[in-house]
C-alpha cells in the first residue's frame, strides 16, 4: 500500500515539474517588443496579431531590392505587409543599427551583420507575410540575408521618428 502511494505521489509530482517547466519556458521566450527594449537581440517570424493602433509599411520584396512605402513610421506599434513580388524566396530582417543599409559590415560570404536584429521573416514567391514589431526611435536596416541577395543590393533604410 505504501509503495502504490509513493508511486502516486511521484506521477503526480512529475506531472506538476513537468507543467511548471513548460509554463516557465513559455514565460522566458522573447517578444518583439523585448527585442526592441534589449538592445536587438532577439528575433521572431510573425505575430499572430496586428495591434489595431499599429502603423501600417508596405513592403515589396523583389530580386534584388527592397521597396517601403513609406519609409518611416513613429515609435511604437508597426506592422510590415509584407510581399515577396520576385520569383525567390526572400526574407526581411529588420535591424536596429546606427549605420546606413548598404554599409554594414559583412563576412567573407556577403553576409551582412544581423547585430540589433530586432525581428525577420521569410516570404516564398507570390506569397505574403505581416511582420509586427514594437520599434523605437531610431535607424533600422531592412535586409534580405539569403546567399548573395544582400551583396546584390537588397536593402533599404527604415527611419522610426
Known amino acids: 500500500m505504501k509503495l502504490n502511494a509513493l508511486r502516486c505521489s511521484l506521477a503526480v509530482g512529475a506531472m506538476a515539474l513537468a507543467l511548471g517547466l513548460s509554463a516557465c519556458s513559455a514565460d522566458n521566450e522573447a517578444s518583439p517588443s523585448d527585442a526592441a527594449s534589449d538592445g536587438g537581440t532577439a528575433a521572431t517570424t510573425t505575430a499572430s496579431t496586428t495591434p489595431a493602433n499599429a502603423q501600417k509599411v508596405k513592403v515589396s520584396l523583389v530580386e534584388m531590392a527592397i521597396n517601403t512605402t513609406p519609409s518611416s513610421a513613429k515609435a511604437g506599434n508597426v506592422a510590415f505587409d509584407i510581399s515577396n513580388d520576385g520569383a525567390v524566396t526572400h526574407e526581411m530582417v529588420v535591424v536596429k543599427t546606427k549605420t546606413k543599409a548598404a554599409d554594414?559590415?559583412?563576412?567573407?560570404?556577403?553576409?551582412?551583420?544581423?547585430?540589433?536584429?530586432?525581428?525577420?521573416?521569410?516570404?516564398e514567391p507570390g506569397a505574403s507575410d505581416v511582420l509586427d514589431l514594437k520599434l523605437a526611435k531610431g535607424h533600422y536596416a531592412l535586409i534580405c540575408n539569403l546567399p548573395g541577395h544582400y551583396a546584390a543590393g537588397m536593402y533599404s533604410d527604415f527611419t522610426v521618428k
Request: a negative charge.
Open 104 to 123: 554594414l559590415p559583412t563576412d567573407s560570404a556577403g553576409k551582412a551583420s544581423e547585430t540589433g536584429s530586432v525581428g525577420e521573416t521569410e516570404v
